[in-house]
């Protein structure tokens, strides 16, 4: 044990952060649970996992037409607002994972395009997600608002 304090005094700060973080990856990786995990997970995304697996949160996929899908939890009493929210919090980690520095205007997002879940649109903010029947592994789509015709 002594042996590793004074290799570790000899090593930057910086030596160590890449040391820990390297035998992090090795450990997810060799591991068969944790393996799925990304890299560079963060404690907030551990969580999230976490209460999913104790049933307190659920899973929801998100279909977006011609780009990947995103896969966010939230907790089982959430409501659309709460949704919409995760869906945003999961996309800004995404983009800073991959480095994507792109603006996004949600406020644009959720005006132009509506949460439908089994042709059933997720219109009111204020519900809950259990009202429209969604629970755990469904699948939502981003669908594009229809406009109103002018009167």
């Known amino acids: 044990m002594e042996e590793i304090a004074e290799v570790a005094e000899t090593l930057s700060h910086d030596d160590l952060l890449e040391i820990t973080k390297s035998s992090l990856v090795n450990l997810l990786r060799s591991d068969s649970l944790l393996s799925d995990l990304p890299s560079d997970i963060i404690l907030e995304e551990i969580i999230s996992l976490t209460a999913v697996e104790h049933g307190q949160s659920i899973s929801i996929t998100i279909f977006r037409e011609n780009e ?18 995760a ?47 969604v629970t755990n592994k469904v699948t939502l789509n981003f669908k594009k608002k229809r406009k109103k015709p002018k009167q």
């Not at 990947?68 to 919409?84: F, G």
Request: net charge positive; proline share 2%; no cysteine.
């Open 87 to 133: 869906i945003a919090r999961h996309f800004e980690i995404h983009q800073q994972r991959t480095g994507n520095k792109v603006k996004i205007s949600w406020k644009y997002i959720w005006r132009t395009y509506d949460l439908s879940f089994d042709s059933i649109i997720l219109d009111d903010n204020s519900s809950f997600i259990s009202n429209y029947g």
């Open 68 to 85: 990947p899908s995103l896969k966010v939890i939230v907790a089982q009493n959430a409501t659309v607002r709460e949704l919409k929210k």
